[in-house]
């Protein structure tokens, strides 16, 4: 494989780095030239690595573009990678030339590259962001890029996350302290700690920000010297800044350092403070030295910092803040040689140069297999009851999706959603709308395999029309000749002879079926689907794991939730007919435990939109005596997941509720609304914790189980532990079976 890289080559900064030791990592696998279109530090430094390149400079972007193209296919190139908005936009008439797949490194937000210049942002900018549109493939150096692209509509199969990355088993030069002081004119003590940061002087580094907390930090203490190195456009104004606040004698701009290391080797404390980055090279940097560090929270960077435990995090601007965590690290020592060792373990597992080109690799191989197929081509196409704001539907698909991209890395996925926006941006794959009937027929004619993933969607409690949809699209995918799948679906009991004649017929026809419990075998029996094979697993969303606990109490934090008492969360959802009486049960039923145990209900809406929980919660709460939370916002599977771990107790309607309790060994109260829900309490063989049917539950019934809890609490929490644990292993068999199937051939149309 021989891949072109094309760079404006003026960058000193994280691009530099990137570009460079990626491509000398690359070149132990594939063949790399580097084509820079400015002469100078970058040109020189891939020189002295020994790498590839060539400079390409005319004076005329015309003959810049002709000289490239060139080259490319005098090189008999494979893939063009730009870099960078010159890079970018010269690729561009590249891709039309040649006809080569192109690809570009999202090194920073476009939208911002060029704040500090009015004139380069309406046309460099504006030629960069149409450049942009015409890649086929993005790489994003931060898990939050690659969200950035997908929500700004950029293809998500083609948005490929490949992290900065350091050669940590290189030693850095030996830099002495005492000398970088003295040769910069700041005074040294052994008692002075040294605070500092490496960073371009920009406005989008936001800088003054340290500036301003140096100049209350000061007041304080006085043994503390602050260090800035860098260049940039806004350096006069924050020299101003700084002698204005009267930091002469505590504060230095040492200017450009080609080493950042030897700056690093002196700070004692290492500080970003951007308002917007991808993943700094600086940070790695300051892991490399093992340094105690403070940076706000954007970008890449809370990948790599888990907020006090090997760092600081804080929001741009948030001077206050960072003023209280440098002076935590200053005053304790000790936290800070804990920071910066932790900092390193994680850097050099999750960061290193070696994992950067594998993954780049991987995107290489995969943009070269998608354009030989064809480039709107999928394996799977996946419908469900997705974009519909439920969180238990949200967190199927992101194990599915997951579980899928364990076994096949490489596999691509569409999905059929009410929100196709939505949905894109929260699950990170394609979507289109489940109702564009002719684009749906376009992808099954380019598609290996068509999927309903999870739910209960053999059904007519909904509406017959529901029915006929999923029965209708699955039809059609057969009719296309794709391979079919229901994927840990349930089934329901049918009633209307029509609809039992349909769905046999439409059933007998697909190729596998796997059900997430027993209770749905027993209503395909009855329904007289036996052609296809079926299979018993578990649930999909059993391979959601929660949020770490931090971030679930910051959650609670933020919505008032007080830890004195323990806590009951509560998950219900409408059932016509049977609010008012099933309300006043449960607000019965939560009064009696607060007044005789001291729980406090925490309600937890499932869904917020078509169907919204957090109405008939606000009822039951309004008709308790005792306090309550609900909580406010939209929360991802894992963030709620996260906050049921933090529960003593779970009285849950909806299933995944339920399910979510149990892979947190959460003991639950369950109320069944369908036969799901008791299907499922079987399933895990704790149906003793079915309070009763919606219909007719009441206090006593839900008092009876809580006590029975109390009772066998130690039991019931192993029961829990042990049944996930079986669940895990047959949910992953449900995407060894998707895929195997996916992998058969057959002919066109085949049933």
């Not at 020994?50 to 972007?61: E, H, M, T």
């Not at 704040?115 to 900018?125: C, Q």
């Not at 290489?364 to 704001?389: A, E, N, P, T």
């Not at 009951?568 to 009064?591: N, T």
Request: charged share 20%; glycine share 6%.
């Amino acid at each position: 494989m021989k891949v072109i890289h094309l760079i404006g080559g003026g960058d000193i900064g994280g691009a530099k780095v990137h570009v460079l030791s990626l491509v000398k990592q690359l070149n132990k696998e594939i063949s790399v030239k580097i084509i820079s279109f400015r002469p100078g530090i970058f040109a020189d430094e891939a020189r002295e690595l020994g790498l590839d390149v060539k400079v390409i400079r005319n004076n005329s972007l015309l003959k810049d573009i002709r000289q490239t193209i060139s080259i490319i296919k005098n090189e008999t190139a494979d893939i063009i990678h730009c870099h960078g908005a010159k890079g970018n936009i010269i690729g561009y008439f590249c891709k039309k030339a040649t006809k080569l797949p192109i690809m570009t490194t999202i090194h920073s937000d476009y939208k911002l590259d060029y704040l500090h210049s009015f004139f380069k942002a309406i046309t460099i900018g504006k030629l960069n962001a149409l450049a942009l549109r015409k890649m086929d493939a993005h790489v994003a150096v931060t898990n939050h890029f690659r969200q950035m692209m997908i929500s700004r509509k950029f293809n998500a199969n083609r948005v490929y996350t490949v992290c900065n990355g350091l050669d940590f088993s290189v030693s850095n030069k030996i830099y002495y302290k005492k000398t970088f002081l003295k040769n910069n004119h700041i005074p040294y003590n052994e008692k002075t700690i040294y605070v500092g940061i490496v960073a371009r002087l920009s406005r989008v580094k936001n800088i003054d920000t340290l500036i301003n907390a140096a100049s209350i930090i000061r007041k304080t203490h006085t043994e503390i010297i602050f260090i800035i190195a860098g260049e940039g456009e806004e350096s006069r104004e924050l020299k101003k800044l700084s002698i204005s606040l009267g930091l002469s004698a505590s504060l230095y701009f040492v200017g450009w350092v080609n080493d950042p290391y030897e700056v690093m080797n002196v700070l004692d404390i290492s500080v970003l403070t951007s308002i917007s980055e991808g993943f700094p090279y600086s940070v790695l940097e300051g892991a490399m030295c093992k340094k105690a560090s403070i940076s706000t929270n954007v970008g890449g960077i809370p990948d790599l910092f888990d907020h006090g435990e090997n760092g600081f995090l804080f929001n741009p601007g948030d001077v206050k803040s960072l003023v209280s965590h440098l002076i935590t690290l200053i005053e304790n020592p000790l936290l800070r040689m804990q920071f910066g060792n932790k900092l390193y373990k994680k850097a050099v597992t999750e960061f290193s140069l070696e994992k950067m080109a594998t993954l780049q690799l991987h995107a290489y191989h995969d943009i070269l297999s998608w354009f030989k197929k064809g480039k709107h081509s999928y394996d799977v196409i996946m419908s469900g009851y997705y974009g519909f704001m439920n969180i238990g539907d949200d967190a199927l698909l992101d194990s599915i999706i997951n579980n899928l991209k364990h076994i096949k890395k490489d596999i691509k996925i569409l999905i059929l959603s009410r929100n196709p926006v939505e949905t894109t941006k929260i699950n990170g794959v394609d979507s289109i709308s489940r109702f564009n009937l002719f684009q749906i027929i376009n992808m099954m004619k380019r598609s290996s395999l068509f999927v309903y993933g999870g739910g209960t969607l053999i059904q007519e409690s909904t509406s017959t029309k529901s029915l006929l949809y999923y029965l209708g699209t699955l039809y059609l995918a057969k009719l296309f000749g794709q391979k079919t799948m229901l994927y840990a679906n349930g089934v329901k009991l049918l009633h209307k002879k029509f609809n039992i004649f349909v769905t046999k017929a439409v059933l007998n026809k697909i190729d596998l079926i796997t059900l997430r419990e027993n209770q749905s075998l027993v209503q395909l029996k009855k329904l007289g689907i036996t052609k296809p094979k079926i299979t018993i697993t578990a649930d999909p969303a059993v391979t959601t794991y929660p949020c770490s606990d931090t971030r679930a109490k910051e959650i609670l934090k933020k919505e008032g939730v007080l830890f004195s008492n323990p806590l009951i969360g509560i998950c219900v959802r409408e059932w016509k007919g049977y609010e008012k009486k099933c309300s006043r049960e449960i607000a019965s039923f939560a009064d009696t435990l607060y007044e005789k145990h001291g729980y406090i209900p925490v309600f937890i809406p499932m869904q917020q939109k078509y169907i919204d929980d957090s109405i008939i919660s606000l009822q039951i709460s309004q008709l308790m005596k005792s306090p309550s939370y609900i909580l406010s916002e939209y929360y991802s599977a894992e963030e709620v997941m996260g906050v049921i771990k933090q529960l003593d107790l779970l009285l849950g309607m909806r299933l995944h509720s339920l399910i979510f309790a149990t892979c947190c060994e959460v003991p639950s109260i369950a109320i069944e609304y369908e036969p799901k829900v008791s299907g499922f309490m079987d399933y895990i063989q704790l149906s003793s914790l079915v309070a009763g049917n919606v219909k007719e539950v009441s206090s006593k019934d839900l008092i009876k189980v809580f006590n029975y809890i109390s009772k066998n609490k130690d039991t019931i929490k192993r029961q829990l532990g042990k049944q996930t644990a079986i669940m895990r292993v047959k949910a992953i068999e449900n995407a060894s079976l998707a895929i195997n199937l996916m992998n058969q051939k057959g002919e066109k149309g085949e049933s």
